[in-house]
């Protein structure tokens, strides 16, 4: 099986932020991610982080007013400067924490501006330059639009073009199962074929997003075919659980899921 990465964003909210990471630790994981720890200072993830033996996986540079809506800067022409400041802030917390890849969200904008994509190329290039003199990777990461309408980044085959076109060694896309299944389907062959480019996975069932192996999918053979394939990074548990989030585990301890569509 491959590594999971409990994401502290949607799992364990039962309890405070800080104390998702004792509760992921004692639930068995040995890594977490998050969308943001921006609300907290570094010092405090990274205390977390050591007192519960955990690896940090993955979270987001600074995407902008999240609570107001904005998905991500990094497509808008005019807010470049925001973009390079919210870099050094990552980089900041990516010292404390040790993490070794860090996603950029697009932004919400149209691949036919011709203006949006050049500041989207622009911020991948200076985003991948700043994380390569840490030794950190750069994930895009495709977000279907039945979630997130009007997101910059929205189809796989196109950030796949965009990243073989930069050449950046740092560069990596982020298969999300979840986003693959609901904008193209075809998951276990489109994985195969990206999985060179492949820098994070992450997973939650279709169609309501809960635990693996709830939905339509058979998340137990795409696990053995990311172990097949040779992955060898964190799986993230992008899911919201059905349920309380330790009820729900079954999945990640080996009993069989009950499989339904609870809300």
Not at 1 to 6: N, S, W
Not at 149 to 161: M, R, S, V
Not at 237 to 245: F, I, K, L, M, V
Request: a negative charge.
């Amino acid at each position: 099986m491959p590594r999971f990465a409990a994401n502290l964003s949607m799992m364990f909210t039962e309890v405070a932020f800080l104390d998702r990471f004792e509760a992921a630790a004692a639930a068995g994981f040995d890594a977490v991610e998050f969308l943001f720890p921006y609300e907290h200072p570094p010092e405090a993830i990274a205390e977390r982080l050591k007192a519960h033996g955990l690896t940090q996986a993955l979270f987001n540079l600074p995407p902008g007013d999240f609570a107001a809506g904005e998905r991500g800067i990094a497509c808008l022409p005019d807010r470049a400067g925001e973009l390079r400041d919210g870099a050094e802030t990552a980089l900041a917390y990516a010292r404390a924490t040790g993490v070794m890849r860090l996603h950029m969200m697009a932004g919400l904008g149209s691949r036919q501006d011709a203006a949006a994509v050049d500041a989207y190329r622009d911020a991948v290039v200076f985003a991948a330059g700043r994380l390569a003199d840490a030794g950190i990777d750069l994930v895009l990461e495709p977000i279907n639009g039945r979630d997130m309408p009007g997101y910059f980044l929205d189809d796989f085959d196109w950030t796949a073009a965009l990243i073989a076109e930069l050449g950046l060694p740092n560069v990596k896309l982020q298969f999300d199962i979840y986003h693959r299944q609901i904008m193209r389907g075809d998951v276990a062959t489109a994985m195969a074929a990206l999985m060179p480019i492949i820098g994070h996975v992450q997973v939650a069932s279709v169609p309501l997003r809960h635990e693996p192996m709830t939905g339509e999918l058979n998340d137990s053979f795409l696990f053995a075919e990311l172990d097949r394939l040779g992955y060898a990074g964190f799986v993230g548990c992008e899911y919201r659980p059905a349920g309380a989030t330790t009820d729900g585990l079954g999945w990640f301890h080996g009993a069989p899921p009950a499989r339904g569509r609870a809300a």
